[in-house]
């Protein structure tokens, strides 16, 4: 069975952010899903929120961009929200828009070489490493965490293209999917990324239940190619179950519905999944 969640999108007002967290457990969802967007709140700050509103849900970060966090730093965030919240705490990190980066300076010449030195770099440092390394992006001399996390909370990597999926497979403990995913695509991604890890993956699925919906998804959607009905979730709960049970089949261990940040009735949406939730779990 999956967990559902719903993504609280970063061009909401900060201020609200709480009070969307704490209705997303009201209404017994599994998971609140965050990311970190050029030039909105800092997704730690974000996720630190939503936890200290929170008492049951599971808060993930799917993505914090690998070039604006140095390593360190990003280990020291994880780590203090992992012994503040233990268990329920899930980041991932992945290139970051890549015209973002350029604008901020601190776009790399290699995205794929940055990811490659930083991510094992982190998982050493959450496991309370001491860690020396000497790469062309991550230097480190013998760093340790003073306040490593009693439990390690899995490091997931947001991926897109056959080598970031490959690389997580390798060394990540699972994949952020972005909403430009299928459900067949997400089989093929599952794929791509094999690994004998264990692995979780994580899939952002549109979604919305107000009139027009369909329509706004498709204004948000990056290269709308395939058939909008494979690609989203809408309709009754029971359609909506269904679309989330085929994500689910194709490998993903966690859907967080994504309304978009239009979205006219965000309470409504949130009852949509509420009830999808509810019938996938009474068909079992």
């Known amino acids: 069975m999956p967990r559902i969640g719903l993504v609280i ?5 900060p201020e609200r952010l709480r ?34 509103a929170t008492s049951t849900v599971r808060v993930g970060l ?33 290139h970051g828009v890549l015209p973002w980066m350029e604008q901020v300076g601190a776009a790399v010449a290699s995205p794929m070489g940055l990811l490659r030195e930083w991510v094992p770099a982190v998982r050493a440092l959450l496991r309370g490493e001491t860690v020396t390394v ?19 909370p899995p490091l997931l990597v947001g991926a897109r293209g056959p080598k970031t999926l490959a690389l997580a497979g390798e060394l990540a403990d699972g994949l952020c999917l972005d909403a430009s995913f299928t459900a067949a695509g997400v089989a093929q991604a599952v794929a791509q990324s094999a690994t004998q890890r264990p692995a979780e ?3 952002y699925l549109p979604t919305g239940s107000a009139p027009g919906s369909a329509e706004r998804i498709l204004t948000q959607l990056r290269v709308p190619t395939d058939p909008l009905a ?29 309304p978009t940040p239009d ?10 999944a509420a009830a999808a939730r509810a019938h996938l779990h009474a068909a079992g």
């Open 9 to 13: 999108r970063p061009e909401w007002p």
């Open 230 to 258: 494979e690609r989203t979730a809408l309709g009754t709960p029971a359609e909506v179950a269904a679309a989330v049970r085929a994500y689910a089949d194709a490998g993903a261990t966690a859907v967080a519905l994504q």
């Open 62 to 94: 799917g993505l914090m961009p690998a070039p604006l966090r140095n390593p360190v730093l990003a280990a020291m965030e994880i780590s203090g929200l992992a012994r503040l919240f233990p268990g329920r705490f899930v980041p991932a990190a992945g």
């Open 263 to 272: 979205d006219p009735d965000i309470e409504g949406t949130l009852a949509l």
């Open 201 to 203: 993956v994580v899939v």
């Open 134 to 152: 000497s790469g062309d992006y991550v230097r480190l001399d013998h760093v340790t965490l003073d306040w490593p996390p009693g439990q390690v």
């Open 19 to 52: 009070g969307h967290a704490a209705a997303v457990e009201a209404a017994g969802l599994d998971d609140v899903w965050l990311w970190e967007d050029c030039f909105f709140s800092g997704g730690v700050a974000a996720a630190s929120a939503a936890l200290a």
